[in-house]
């Protein structure tokens, strides 16, 4: 036997006969303190010990996806607890369910010893790329763990040199399998036989789920769904998931990410005209990455009331209208925020939204490169959610400067900045990057007539952090408003507050 495996485990242990170290610790403990507790007050004691409790193991407090190395290595906190002493082996072996005992197949364990020399605990499967090569030994014990489909529990594939290899041999039904997370460099499908009734967590990127395959029709139990990096050739409409979801009553994560843009034609051709409102009511996070026009037929059809999480990229498509999406946020109780970053950045504009305190419940991004493009995009983008901005009391508006090309400037029509801040009507403070600043509060007096007030009537305070003749370009909007009663003051604050706030990936 390898000294790596019998490290972990050895049959002696596993088989609850204990051996020399075992007795020994029994004798050099039998007067501890520790021996006057009994079983069940050490049994609360061990269920405590887990590192991964509570109903949610993948999961941090904050909703986001704990990295899979963390989750799967917790899964050994009961090895050096069996080693200590014959009394604890035997009380950890004999409550596996209520201590969610897991055998760890991964990478370098002998998968044939374990499994001869264990007793029938629930597989946890986790291989990883950290080795550009797979031995041929691991080969084989990924073959043997995923034939006892029966035990397995967990199954982690990432990026693991032909995978689907593994994957095509589960064409059966995984009876207890709850965790699947498959990540691939190369495309393929899931078995279209494949089922897991007890399924809580599915998270595929790059591969894909056959259309018509049962498993999303059976795994009801689902808490999230994650399907990422969707090419072209696993395309499904917005009907197809929607008629999916609707049996998922305990979904709680949602995730629907597109490698590249579809045709919004397509989009329209293949959904339905009239679908049935699909309401998800443990619904919190929320990630998509497509087309406007898919999204708007995705968000129509679907109620979210504990929403609150939102992270939206679109693809440089048009039309970026989004009155459905306005509708959807609007109907979601819990996406509460008071603060937006408007962000120009390299490849993209985005909008993240949050209360006072930061945080993000939303965020929109518009996937375009060049400076005048991104505040086009922005615009129409943005008065469609007119009435979502309209509660936004504070603005913060950002600019990566080291990305884009003064160039680009003089393509951008005036009135394209004072369209950008229009569906802003309740804000009180706007801060603009001094990047910024001349190319912002020279467009916003109005040349047309328009009132002063028709844009930002509640506008209170102007922050900057103070680089360059920034002062001089505030001069004509402060003058209006001044005339018109209703004064503007100037701050100075942290450049700091111009930094991009950090997010989830969609």
């Known amino acids: 036997m390898s000294g790596r495996f019998s490290t972990i485990f050895h049959p002696p242990l596993i088989r609850g006969l204990g051996g020399r170290q075992g007795l020994d610790n029994n004798r050099r403990h039998s007067g501890s303190p520790i021996r006057i507790l009994n079983d069940d007050v050490l049994l609360n004691i061990f269920y405590l010990y887990r590192l991964v409790d509570g109903p949610d193991k993948y999961h941090d407090e904050n909703g986001t996806v704990m990295p899979m190395v963390v989750v799967w290595h917790r899964q050994r906190w009961w090895y050096k607890l069996a080693h200590v002493c014959r009394q604890w082996r035997n009380l950890i072996l004999e409550s596996p369910s209520r201590l969610d005992l897991h055998l760890f197949c991964t990478n370098g364990v002998p998968i044939a010893d374990m499994l001869a020399h264990s007793p029938p605990l629930p597989l946890t499967i986790y291989y990883h790329t950290k080795n550009p090569n797979i031995t041929a030994e691991d080969k084989s014990g990924i073959l043997l763990a995923l034939s006892h489909r029966d035990r397995v529990h ?6 693991l040199p032909n995978v689907e290899k593994f994957v095509a041999v589960m064409k059966d039904q995984f009876p207890v399998l709850e965790y699947m997370y498959a990540n691939s460099r190369t495309e393929f499908d899931l078995p279209f036989t494949f089922q897991a009734p007890n399924l809580r967590y599915l998270r595929l990127s790059t591969v894909s789920l056959p259309i018509g395959s049962p498993l ?17 050739s696993a395309y499904f409409p917005p009907s197809y998931i929607l008629t999916r979801l609707s049996l998922m009553l305990q979904l709680e994560r ?9 045709a919004n034609h397509d989009v329209e051709r ?32 679907i109620s979210a009331p504990s929403l609150s999480i939102l992270r939206v990229k679109l693809f440089t498509q048009l039309p970026l209208t989004v009155p459905r999406l306005c509708q ?5 109780e819990n996406l509460t925020y008071r603060v937006v970053q408007v962000a120009f950045c390299v490849h993209a504009v985005s909008l ?17 490169g060049d400076l005048d493009n991104q505040v086009a995009s922005a615009v129409q983008f943005f008065g469609s959610l007119s009435p979502v901005l309209s509660v936004v009391e504070q603005v913060v508006l950002s600019y990566d400067e080291h990305y884009h090309s003064s160039a680009s400037d003089d393509n951008i029509d005036r009135s394209q900045w004072r369209e ?8 009180k403070t706007i801060h603009v990057d001094d990047s910024l600043i001349n190319r912002i509060f020279r467009s916003l007096p109005s040349d047309d007539g328009e009132p002063p007030l028709e844009l930002l009537p509640n506008l209170e305070a102007i922050g900057y952090s103070g680089g360059g003749d920034a002062q001089d370009a505030f001069t004509r909007f402060l003058n209006e408003r001044q005339v018109s009663g209703h004064p503007v003051s100037l701050r100075l604050v942290d450049p ?3 930094d991009p706030p950090e997010y989830l990936e969609v």
């Open 254 to 262: 949602l995730s629907i990410s597109f490698y590249y843009s579809t």
């Open 496 to 498: 700091s507050i111009f």
């Open 270 to 301: 293949q959904s339905p005209q009239t679908p049935d409102m699909t309401t998800l009511p443990n619904l919190r996070q929320f990630m998509f990455r497509g087309t406007a026009t898919y999204l708007e037929g995705l968000v129509a059809w």
């Open 352 to 368: 993240h939204a949050f209360p006072w305190e930061r945080g993000n419940p939303l965020m929109l991004q518009i996937m375009w």
């Open 216 to 232: 999303l029709t059976t795994a009801t139990r689902l808490v999230t769904l994650d399907l990422m990096n969707i090419r072209p």
């Open 328 to 332: 959807f946020i609007q109907s979601s």
């Open 154 to 159: 967990h199954i982690h594939f990432l990026k």
């Open 420 to 427: 950008l801040l229009r569906p802003f009507t309740n804000a």
